[in-house]
Each structure stands twice: as C-alpha cells, then as structure tokens.
C-alpha cells in the first residue's frame, strides 16, 4: 500500500464504488491483445503507409488513455483514425461488437469453467476481493459497480464470480445508448443521494476514468494497480497512469485488507 496523499479522508464513509475489470474481475485479462490487433488491421486496410509498429504504437496509446471509460469511446477514437488516414470507417458499434466477438472467443473457456464450478470463484478475482467486499458489506456501507464493460456482461461475469450479491442491484454498465451512462452520471448520482457531498465516497478503480471522477468531486480515490497476468504486486505502468489521475492510496490487490482498513479509519 503506497499512501499518495497523506491528508485523505478517513471514516465515516457511506458509500464504496468499485470498478469491475482488473479491479475485481481478471475474466477479461489480456484485452488489450485483442483490441489492439483488431485496430491495427482496421487501419491497415486505409493503405497507409506506417509499420504495423507504429500503427501498434498510435492504438495502444488512445486505448489505454481512454480505459476507464465504455468501450465505444475507443471504437469512435478507431473511426476517427481512419478517417484520418481517408479510410471509409464503419460506425464505431460495429467494430464494439467485432471486438466482444473476439474477446469472448478468447475467455469463453474461463466462462465456462466458473460455471461448471471447475475452477474456484477466486481463481479469476483480483486477490482478496471477496474479502474486502465482505468486510465493506459487514460495515454497513453501500456498495456500488460501475464498469466500462456492456451491463448485459458485467452482471453476468459478477455472478460468475459471485460478487453480484454485495451490490444489491446496483451494478451498472455501459450500454448502446451511450450517452446515457458514464461513471460521471454514477458518481453524480451517488454525490446527490448524499445531500451534493461526496466526502463519504470511496472509489476503487484500475482506470484513470473512475479515479479521476471521484477525485474531482471531493471523495477518495483508490488506485487497484493490479498485475492481472502475475496475480501479485503492483503494475507500475498503471501505478503511474493513476497516480496522475488524482489517486490517494494504491494498492497492487486486497491482500492485505486490514491495513487498509486501518488506513481508511473503518
């Protein structure tokens, strides 16, 4: 645990808000290899003269920048490059649905073994998540999940994972309509069910997004720099990424619950 800011809020808290991919879910680890090289090719076939490399270099860029945030975001940034390079680009949710068909190829194995049960709940969770739910359930804070990810699959993937129950219902996700849902709508939802404060908001993220919307509101942001490949540590690039977002804490995964308690006052 890397304490970033020293002054941050400590309890009372009322609400947690948790990202889902790489901050409780490791379902979807190595997305970027699937969207990435799904870019790439769209942009190749524009018959620009730039490398593989470079192209690889431009996409990975505007994706990890904009992670956080729902898919689309991305796919428009992708049409926006090919025009660019005088390319005809589809409408972004056709390449969103290009990518989910891929990246479903890709874990279907690990959907499946949770829902056989061959595999534990806690093989494709950032370590110590039930945990952690558990005790924020335990003390009586209300949990909320806002994700990237399309609703239909993160309520899905959280039963899998058996995590829905300690949200209640309150899981939230992106969906067509795109405009009608931000992780901003969430955590302005949450500030004005909290009377237009939101100095009892705690937000867990692994997306510059989340830990950036919750800063700016007055909360206290936590960083998930989890290493989704090793399963331990901290992911340094991410690490870095957050802290610029505005984190007050860090934290590789919830290994060590109590210490963390202890630093929130809780």
Do not use: C
Not at 20 to 44: A, N, Q
Request: proline share 3%.
């Amino acid at each position: 645990m890397e304490i970033i800011k020293a002054d941050h809020h400590r309890a009372p808290f009322t609400t947690v808000m948790f990202d889902f991919d790489g901050t409780l879910s490791l379902i979807r680890e190595g997305w970027p290899e699937v969207m990435i090289p799904l870019m790439v090719e769209e942009l190749k076939k524009t018959g620009t003269g730039e490398s593989e490399a470079e192209l690889a270099r431009i996409v990975e860029e505007f994706v990890m920048r904009l992670n956080g945030r729902q898919t689309i975001y991305q796919m428009m940034h992708l049409a926006d490059e090919i025009t660019k390079r005088q390319g005809k680009p589809e409408e972004p949710l056709v390449y969103k649905h290009r990518y989910h068909d891929r990246l479903l190829q890709r874990i279907e194995g690990r959907l499946h073994s949770l829902s056989s049960g061959a595999v534990a709940q806690s093989e494709w969770t950032v370590p110590g998540s039930h945990e952690v739910l558990e005790k924020l359930k335990a003390k009586g804070l209300k949990l909320v999940l806002a994700s990237g990810t399309d609703e239909i699959y993160v309520k899905r993937e959280a039963e899998l994972l058996g995590v829905a129950k300690y949200f209640e219902g309150r899981i939230h996700g992106a969906i067509d309509q795109y405009t009608n849902f931000s992780k901003k709508i969430i955590v302005d939802r949450i500030v004005a069910e909290e009377g237009g404060t939101a100095r009892g908001l705690i937000g867990f993220g692994d997306g510059f997004v989340e830990i950036q919307e919750v800063g700016l509101v007055g909360g206290t942001p936590i960083a998930v720099a989890s290493d989704e490949t090793r399963r331990e540590g901290v992911n340094l690039w991410k690490r870095d990424r957050l802290v610029q977002a505005g984190a007050h804490i860090v934290i590789g995964d919830y290994r060590n619950t109590e210490a963390l308690m202890d630093q929130l006052g809780l």
